[in-house]
């Protein structure tokens, strides 16, 4: 029953269910460690449990890579340096990884910043549905993307694209005065732009493939979650010292120093948290890269799945510990983003008959 083959639809099913299961249970947790201590929550502040929670997933998405030595790429040609023989791609899979360690921290710093948590969800999701369909029209020019982009999944943009903006044309959704504020555009610039240029080398590797060269999503992911890692640790060590080093007083760096030197009560809890939030990335990672499929479609099945997850996410901790129930903007979103969802299946059922003519399936 569980058992398919890579590339097909059965295996992107499972991927989907795996990623919406533990990205349900990483926004349980996120609510629940951030809730008011008043009301018998933890009330973690967004930064520690950024830290806590980063150091669980980012631990056991390590463990993963070197236990299972994913880590040996397999490669369409290798360069030798200092006497290795090291595999071409490392040349933009480690930039690919330290993008990956700037998205990291700036997802959560996105709320914390003066802007409505509304706003930075339609900025955070939309932009990558967008930035997807973009990625796509550039290779397709280059002519590293030899597919065509189909008409089911560009309508099924639109449809999502009104599914992450519901919230401001229906809800409070605070407006953009937020890009008055340099932090928050330094940190949204940030985002978006690290997020495009990874998108934009997952798809280069995986349109890339030489003839009988293995598309390697597990070596991929290995390189860039230990690139990660040494750009998250260096950051890391160096915004802790960073009062020694540059006299730096500020109240982020301060929360951040704090989180390691008087932690708070139930970190160990939340690092356990964070676990859930390591193995999404595994998901999340496996899905934008999926073979066969345009990043338009990939980009539109990892954030419609999250979009699903984090309404159901909300539900829970409403009927589980008392929140906030979804609003009535959730629900018509959810409506929209359900017709994207038709739309894509259409998409997947054409592209698999494409795959399947080509014998690449």
Known sequence: MWKTEEGSTGRLIQLCLGYFVFYVITGVTVKYFLGSADQGFPGMH?????????????????????????YKLQSNNSVKFLGMNLPVELIYIIPSGICTAVVIPTTTLMYTLPISVMVAMVIMRGSII???????????????????????????????????AINIFWGKGG???????????????????????????????????????????????????????????????????????????????TIFREAFDNPRPMWGWAVIAGLAFGIVAFFSVFIFMFKGRTATFAGLVNRLTSLIAGTAATLIFYISFGGKPPAVEDWISLIFIFIAVGFITIAEKKRSAELKALKEL
């Open 46 to 70: 967004d930064l520690e449990y950024l830290v806590y929670s980063t150091i669980g997933g980012n631990l056991l998405a390590l463990a993963v890579v070197l236990v299972l030595r994913w």
């Open 130 to 164: 967008i930035i997807s369909r973009i990625i796509d029209a550039i290779q397709i020019k280059q002519g590293i993307l030899k597919k065509r982009v189909y008409k089911e999944e560009n309508i099924a943009v639109v449809f999502a694209l009104l599914a992450v």
């Open 175 to 253: 407006g953009f005065d937020f890009i008055y504020n340099t932090a928050a555009m330094v940190i949204l610039i940030s985002y978006i732009t690290a997020y495009f240029i990874r998108i934009y080398i997952m798809n280069y590797y995986k349109n890339t493939r030489g003839k009988n060269v293995k598309q390697d999503n597990k070596g991929f992911f290995a390189i860039e979650q230990i690139s990660a890692t040494i750009t998250m640790f260096t950051a890391g060590l160096i915004l802790y010292y960073s009062y020694e080093l540059f006299g730096s007083h500020n109240m982020q760096i």
